[in-house]
């Protein structure tokens, strides 16, 4: 960055991002505008709140679901672990 012409260029820094961010300038200057839109903040709009409301939504469905199928899991272990037993007491009668 030092030398003349210089070789990167820093890149603004986008949101949740700890490190700055660097482009190469070997092919020429580097186009910003993807980065800088992008790191813009956007306001929030009536229409991305109810994206943001259908996500969570969603994402309580999901929860529901996998507790269920945990629980499911569950009761099969159990049940397996009781035929196990009878089995097992069923093999002494023959032994």
Do not use: W
């Amino acid at each position: 960055m030092k030398r003349e012409p210089p070789l990167v260029k820093v890149l603004p820094r986008q949101p949740g991002t700890k490190e700055c961010r660097y482009v190469h300038l070997l092919s020429g200057d580097a186009e910003l505008s993807g980065f800088v839109e992008s790191s813009e903040a956007k306001p929030q709009t009536k229409e991305s709140a109810n994206t943001i409301s259908a996500d969570g939504e969603r994402i309580t469905h999901l929860e529901e679901e996998i507790a269920s199928l945990r629980k499911e899991v569950s009761d099969f272990h159990k049940e397996v672990s009781d035929l196990k037993q009878q089995f097992a007491q069923f093999k002494k009668q023959f032994e």
